[in-house]
């Protein structure tokens, strides 16, 4: 089964929203939370990735929320573009060790 | 900047053929990986190999075989090809085992595997 349950499986968001894709663990042992991004026909990519010494980490226009007491981390896309359309995909390792993704979200955002 | 180069893009195999796929990287990574993606299943790890000379099982490996042949390629075989082994077929490599904070999977584009 897998260790890391994303939802939602997908989302359509207007230009200028911010959808936000969710991922929950059980594994307290995780340490290191990154996000992959996937255009179609490509292979995914690194977007960001959190450590769970810190809340919340932003870059450009993307933030991870890391909650680690309910042990929930988030993306959220801000002012979303239609060039974000893509699967989003949330992973876990413990000490640096077999990344486990989640299931992945496909995002469109509409012009 | 070629980056993973995966050899095949597309193949359609009928059940009990084998097949191999290629994978190339020239970034010099140690580590290199193999994880097929199916729909709502994400991405699952069949084989890697965390440095040259080295492999180990992920999580599906039933069906399929690996060959490190040296730093830069990884190969995966499917011996004799079954309709549950449709899906796209991604390699990955990184400088450091696993993707670990500041040594991201780098992936190739994909092959797109069909058994009939």
């Known amino acids: 089964q897998q260790q890391v349950k994303q939802s939602p499986q997908s989302l359509i968001v207007q230009k200028g929203g911010i959808p936000i894709i969710n991922c929950a663990y059980e594994n307290t042992a995780f340490d290191y939370f990154p996000w992959y991004q996937q255009f179609p026909g490509k292979g995914p990519a690194l977007l960001i990735a959190i450590r769970p010494d810190v809340s919340e980490k932003k870059e450009g226009r993307f933030t991870i929320s890391f909650n680690k007491s309910a042990k929930q981390f988030s993306l959220h896309i801000m002012d979303s573009q239609p060039g974000d359309s893509a699967t989003y995909f949330c992973a876990a390792s413990i000490n640096d060790y077999k990344l486990s993704f989640g299931a992945g979200t496909t995002v469109t955002v509409r012009a | 900047n070629a980056g993973v180069t995966q050899t095949p893009k597309f193949q359609v195999l009928k059940t009990g053929q084998s097949m191999t796929l290629q994978c190339a990287q020239d970034m010099n990574h140690n580590s290199m990986y193999w994880y097929r993606q199916d729909p709502g299943m994400g991405l699952r790890l069949i084989y890697y190999?965390?440095?040259?000379?080295?492999?180990d099982k992920g999580e599906v490996p039933n069906g399929y075989n690996v060959s490190r042949l040296n730093k830069r390629e990884f190969s995966l075989r499917l011996e004799s090809a079954a309709p549950s082994q449709t899906s796209v077929y991604f390699c990955?490599?990184?400088?450091?085992?696993?993707?670990?904070?500041?040594?991201?999977?780098?992936f190739g584009n994909g092959t797109r595997l069909t058994v009939t």
């Open positions: 190999s965390a440095s040259e000379g080295t492999t």
């Open positions: 990955a490599s990184s400088e450091r085992a696993w993707g670990a904070y500041n040594s991201p999977l780098h």
